[in-house]
């Protein structure tokens, strides 16, 4: 394989994906267990992560929220516990 698909998946609007094949291409020895439908679903998770993340990181800039609130300061419990 060349860079061809690299470029037809930037192309596409797929940067993540083509990340995510540069990554597999890189360390062939960690995918080489995986089916061809194993790693085709990795590449698709990384696209769909990626596009998650870009549209939280754009609702909350367009939020314009006075306070920027962190996670990792907070406890949850249940009841009970």
Do not use: W
Not at 49 to 62: H, Y
């Amino acid at each position: 394989m060349n860079n061809n698909l690299i470029h037809k998946l930037s192309k596409l609007k797929l940067p993540a994906m083509a990340e995510s094949l540069i990554r597999q291409r890189e360390t062939p020895q960690t995918y080489e267990e995986l089916s061809f439908e194993e790693r085709l679903a990795l590449l698709a998770d990384d696209e769909l992560l990626n596009r998650e993340n870009g549209r939280v990181s754009r609702l909350r800039k367009n939020a314009n929220l006075k306070y920027q609130a962190a996670r990792r300061g907070c406890t949850t419990r249940h009841p009970g516990s």
